[in-house]
């Protein structure tokens, strides 16, 4: 910090290093390629899971709106990736044009010295004069260049730097565009003013500023230390920057009274090294968490007011601004040319991974609510199944009633039940239908017309109707005995063959035989009856009683089928939806962790 440097030493350190200086976008190119075509198909890959989601569901589903939201988020995330690229790319590409320099950017509030120090780095003088420019060589004239300009009020014109061959000073916005300048080996850029009345342009100053080699942060010697301030520093040091603090305007005016003149002489002095040591202790007490950061007190005024005067330059702070920037130049230089670009795209991933948070939490959203859904449309058609069996039960009774009057007729009765099984099944078929797209439209797109479909409930129960019948024994007269007719008869035959074998005699002994055989043959008189059946009820009843429990329970087990099929389904389906979307998110992370890694492994 002791060594003196002035600013033609310092432009031949940087000329020296022009020499040294390899192409350090090579990699950070290759990482952007590689993240294109990851960010390509992830974002094609999600964008098909939820077309094809989005049109096999009902406008009504409850999950559709969740659905539109997190393809609304991928899309809105993809957009932001892009502009982000965009932006990304646009600074590599403002990159390429100084890849043989040190690309130093001036950054800080407005009106806090940035374009008096660039002119000073530039020509040696904060306000140069035409006859200063002229008395300087030809090959160490600055290149001016200008990028990009907001056409914000009162600031710079487009290459106004250029036409001017010198930046701005003094209006209330000088610079509203990315514009500098170069020497051999280094690259000024001189930034918009951040947190002022014109956000655009401060917006513009920290688009570009991430692609610099080595930030110059001024701020005011008159108000250092702004909570502002501190706060742009963090930011910018965790994109991993390299930053020097400057207090710049660290000198006052010094009145003393010229007896030669008669007249008061204003003198320009620095500000007490006691405030200058204390205003950067401050500084640097404020910016403790972030490490160590060398901050200079400096004056541009003073310095070009003592150009050859050693000890004055170093009191300026410039002479030791060109010593940091020359140690800076020889020992740093290609490191921080070749750092630059790989801590540009590893910041671009880190806020990619951080982009891609919501999108994860909404997919674990949609699988609970997914689950939740399903279990909602269980207890819906709990209740739907229900309501068609107690309609069913209605429709039985009212079909059983109807037929009453054929109770006393078997066979119509039957006839009327087969006529009866093609109601039922046609009925069943309606309950179900109607049960299904009411309870489940909501879910499946396959319901919609469930009512105008033919379910496979064709029942093969066909009841019979029976009539019951008791059979009763009842008199049908009196039957004579016939013991005495085939006594008599049996006695003759008995004589007359009495008489054939014995005679007199034989046929006394023949005919009391006959008698006794004859009647031993008849029967005693009796009373006749005979078998009646009558009819003394039916089954009917039980036969409604059967039906409502056979439909019943086929209702049911059918509704319970299909509705329990559909459920699992949708869970399925949203299931691999959400399974397939975590996963094209895990590879997209992983992929992005990759090329972070990779943006690591190249880092010096």
């Not at 892009?82 to 509030?109: I, M, N, P, T």
């Not at 309950?431 to 797209?437: D, F, R």
């Not at 031993?520 to 059967?546: M, Q, Y």
Request: charged content about 30%; proline content about 2%; aromatic content about 6%.
């Amino acid at each position: 910090m002791s060594q003196v440097v002035l600013r033609d030493e310092l432009l031949a350190a940087f000329q020296d290093l022009k020499k040294s200086f390899d192409s350090s976008l090579a990699d950070a190119s290759k990482l952007d390629e590689d993240f294109n075509r990851l960010h390509c198909h992830f974002e094609s890959q999600s964008s098909e899971l939820f077309r094809k989601a989005l049109s096999g569901i009902p406008s009504n589903h409850p999950l559709k709106d969740l659905l539109v939201g997190i393809a609304q988020k991928l899309a809105e995330t993809n957009e932001h990736w892009s502009a982000k690229l965009l932006q990304h790319q646009k600074g590599c590409e403002f990159r390429k044009d100084f890849e043989d320099s040190l690309l130093v950017f001036v950054f800080g509030k407005v009106k806090s010295g940035k374009s008096s120090l660039g002119n000073y780095m530039a020509w040696g003088n904060s306000d140069p004069e035409p006859e200063l420019k002229c008395q300087i060589a030809q090959e160490l004239h600055p290149e001016y260049f200008s990028a990009e300009n907001t056409g914000a009020i009162n600031g710079d014109a487009v290459n106004e730097a250029v036409s001017r061959q010198e930046f701005r000073v003094g209006a209330t916005e000088a610079t509203s565009s990315i514009q500098g300048f170069r020497l051999p080996g280094l690259t000024w850029v001189d930034s918009p003013g951040v947190h002022s009345v014109n956000a655009v342009n401060g917006n513009l100053a920290k688009e570009y500023v991430k692609h610099s080699d080595l930030i110059l942060y001024t701020m005011r010697s008159d108000a250092p230390g702004r909570k502002s301030d501190m706060d742009e520093i963090r930011r910018l040091k965790k994109q991993g920057k390299e930053i020097l603090i400057l207090v710049t305007g660290s000198d006052c005016n010094h009145e003393e009274w010229d007896d030669e003149l008669e007249d008061v002489r204003i003198e320009v002095q620095m500000k007490s090294a006691e405030t200058r040591q204390l205003q950067r202790d401050y500084i640097a007490a404020e910016l403790t968490d972030i490490g160590s950061n060398e901050i200079l007190s400096i004056s541009t005024r003073f310095a070009q007011n003592h150009p050859e005067n050693p000890e004055k330059m170093k009191d300026s702070g410039i002479a030791l601004l060109f010593s940091v920037l020359q140690r800076i130049s020889t020992n740093d230089g290609i490191r921080l040319k070749r750092n630059v670009p790989l801590y540009g795209i590893r910041s671009f991933l880190d806020s990619c991974i951080g982009d891609v948070a919501p999108y994860s939490e909404l997919i674990a959203r949609l699988e609970e609510d997914t689950e939740k859904s399903c279990e909602s449309a269980k207890k819906t058609m709990q209740r739907k199944k229900h309501e068609a069996k107690a309609e069913f039960n209605l429709f039985i009774d009212n079909a059983f009633r109807d037929m009453t009057h054929f109770r006393d007729n078997e066979h119509v009765m039957n006839s009327n039940i087969r006529k009866m099984r093609h109601d039922l099944n046609a009925e069943l078929s309606r309950l179900i239908g109607k049960a299904l797209e009411t309870g489940l439209s909501e879910i499946s797109s396959e319901v919609v017309d469930a009512s105008h479909r033919t379910w496979s409930t064709k029942a093969n129960f066909l009841p019979r109707f029976k009539v019951e019948k008791v059979t009763e024994e009842i008199s049908d007269g009196v039957q004579k005995s016939t013991k005495g007719r085939n006594s008599g008869l049996g006695g003759l035959l008995g004589l007359a063959a009495g008489f054939a074998l014995g005679g007199p005699a034989g046929s006394l002994i023949g005919s009391l035989a006959g008698n006794i055989l004859g009647n031993a043959s008849g029967e005693d008189a009796k009373v006749l009856t005979r078998d009646i059946e009558i009819e003394v009820g039916d089954n009917l009843e039980e036969l409604r009683a059967e039906c409502r429990n056979y439909y019943g329970d086929l209702l049911e087990q059918t509704i319970n089928e299909y509705s329990q099929r559909y459920i699992n389904n949708e869970l399925e389906n949203m299931k691999m939806l959400t399974r397939n979307l975590k996963e094209n998110l895990e590879k997209f992370n992983q992929g992005i962790e990759k090329i972070r890694l990779e943006a690591e492994s190249k880092l010096q």
